[in-house]
Protein backbone atom coordinates (compact mmCIF):
# COMPACT_ATOMS: atom_id res chain seq x y z
CA UNK A 1 0.00 0.00 0.00
CA UNK A 2 2.51 2.71 0.77
CA UNK A 3 6.07 2.64 0.12
CA UNK A 4 7.28 4.12 3.26
CA UNK A 5 8.63 1.34 5.49
CA UNK A 6 6.33 1.57 9.10
CA UNK A 7 10.17 1.44 10.91
CA UNK A 8 11.15 4.83 9.24
CA UNK A 9 7.80 6.39 10.47
CA UNK A 10 8.56 5.22 13.68
CA UNK A 11 11.92 6.12 13.58
CA UNK A 12 10.09 9.74 12.60
CA UNK A 13 7.81 9.95 15.31
CA UNK A 14 10.31 8.79 17.91
CA UNK A 15 12.48 11.85 17.11
CA UNK A 16 9.75 14.18 16.80
CA UNK A 17 8.50 13.25 20.69
CA UNK A 18 12.60 14.27 21.64
CA UNK A 19 12.11 17.21 19.67
CA UNK A 20 8.65 18.13 21.90
CA UNK A 21 9.97 17.06 24.88
CA UNK A 22 13.30 19.40 24.18
CA UNK A 23 11.09 22.57 22.86
CA UNK A 24 8.79 21.88 26.63
CA UNK A 25 11.99 21.56 28.36
CA UNK A 26 13.22 24.95 26.47
CA UNK A 27 9.97 27.02 27.04
CA UNK A 28 10.25 25.92 30.88
CA UNK A 29 13.95 27.09 31.04
CA UNK A 30 12.42 30.79 29.57
CA UNK A 31 9.49 31.06 31.71
CA UNK A 32 11.95 30.31 34.44
CA UNK A 33 15.12 32.57 33.53
CA UNK A 34 13.38 35.04 31.18
CA UNK A 35 14.72 36.86 28.63
CA UNK A 36 18.40 36.01 28.89
CA UNK A 37 17.28 32.25 28.15
CA UNK A 38 15.94 33.03 25.15
CA UNK A 39 19.13 35.42 24.02
CA UNK A 40 21.10 32.71 24.97
CA UNK A 41 19.57 30.52 21.83
CA UNK A 42 19.98 33.02 19.18
CA UNK A 43 23.11 33.18 17.34
CA UNK A 44 25.24 36.45 16.09
CA UNK A 45 22.69 37.02 13.64
CA UNK A 46 19.63 37.13 15.76
CA UNK A 47 18.59 33.79 14.26
CA UNK A 48 17.72 30.87 16.20
CA UNK A 49 19.69 27.73 16.23
CA UNK A 50 18.54 24.68 15.36
CA UNK A 51 18.32 22.07 18.10
CA UNK A 52 20.60 18.69 17.83
CA UNK A 53 17.33 16.79 18.04
CA UNK A 54 15.49 19.07 15.59
CA UNK A 55 18.35 18.58 13.06
CA UNK A 56 18.05 14.76 13.34
CA UNK A 57 14.35 15.03 12.78
CA UNK A 58 15.23 17.12 9.45
CA UNK A 59 17.84 14.59 8.73
CA UNK A 60 15.34 11.50 8.70
CA UNK A 61 12.78 13.54 7.40
CA UNK A 62 15.08 14.61 4.51
CA UNK A 63 16.77 11.33 3.61
CA UNK A 64 13.06 10.34 2.56
CA UNK A 65 13.08 9.35 -1.26
CA UNK A 66 10.94 8.26 -3.89
CA UNK A 67 7.51 9.08 -2.75
CA UNK A 68 8.12 8.70 1.10
CA UNK A 69 8.22 12.03 1.51
CA UNK A 70 4.15 12.38 0.07
CA UNK A 71 3.31 9.68 1.85
CA UNK A 72 4.63 10.99 5.13
CA UNK A 73 2.78 14.22 4.67
CA UNK A 74 -0.33 12.82 3.64
CA UNK A 75 -0.40 10.59 6.87
CA UNK A 76 0.60 13.58 8.84
CA UNK A 77 -2.81 15.28 7.36
CA UNK A 78 -4.79 11.93 7.57
CA UNK A 79 -3.84 11.66 11.71
CA UNK A 80 -4.16 15.32 12.16
CA UNK A 81 -7.94 14.58 10.45
CA UNK A 82 -8.04 16.74 7.47
CA UNK A 83 -8.64 12.91 5.97
CA UNK A 84 -10.53 9.61 6.58
CA UNK A 85 -8.23 6.57 6.24
CA UNK A 86 -10.56 5.99 3.20
CA UNK A 87 -9.40 9.48 1.27
CA UNK A 88 -5.90 8.18 1.54
CA UNK A 89 -5.34 8.31 -1.83
CA UNK A 90 -6.45 11.72 -2.02
CA UNK A 91 -4.29 12.73 0.47
CA UNK A 92 -1.37 11.34 -1.57
CA UNK A 93 -2.65 13.57 -4.73
CA UNK A 94 -3.27 16.27 -2.74
CA UNK A 95 0.38 15.91 -1.22
CA UNK A 96 1.67 14.93 -4.26
CA UNK A 97 0.94 18.17 -5.50
CA UNK A 98 2.30 20.35 -2.22
CA UNK A 99 4.33 23.07 -3.23
CA UNK A 100 6.38 24.57 -0.91
CA UNK A 101 10.05 25.87 -0.44
CA UNK A 102 10.76 24.33 2.85
CA UNK A 103 8.68 21.35 3.01
CA UNK A 104 10.67 18.81 5.36
CA UNK A 105 10.98 22.45 7.60
CA UNK A 106 7.56 22.49 7.59
CA UNK A 107 6.65 18.58 8.88
CA UNK A 108 9.71 19.33 11.10
CA UNK A 109 8.46 22.26 13.05
CA UNK A 110 4.87 20.69 12.77
CA UNK A 111 3.55 20.97 16.48
CA UNK A 112 1.84 17.05 16.78
CA UNK A 113 3.77 15.61 14.49
CA UNK A 114 4.09 12.54 16.23
CA UNK A 115 0.45 12.39 17.37
CA UNK A 116 -0.30 12.82 14.05
CA UNK A 117 1.57 9.87 12.29
CA UNK A 118 0.66 7.69 15.48
CA UNK A 119 -3.08 8.39 15.13
CA UNK A 120 -2.87 8.11 11.13
CA UNK A 121 -0.59 4.10 10.93
CA UNK A 122 -3.39 3.18 14.10
CA UNK A 123 -6.47 3.93 11.83
CA UNK A 124 -4.49 2.75 9.16
CA UNK A 125 -3.35 -0.93 10.51
CA UNK A 126 -0.06 -0.35 9.93
CA UNK A 127 2.34 -1.20 13.21
CA UNK A 128 6.34 -1.48 13.06
CA UNK A 129 7.76 -4.18 13.73
CA UNK A 130 9.32 -3.96 17.95
Not at 14 to 37: F, P, Q, S, W
Not at 40 to 49: M, R, V
Request: proline share 5%; with cysteine.
Amino acid sequence: MLSIAPERIADIIVAARVCEAEDKELLRARRTHGRAAEEADEDEDGAFEVSPARESLMKLIVSLRGTEFTELLALTWLGRGDFEPEALPEALRQAANIISTHPAQYLANLPGLADYLESAIISLGIGADG
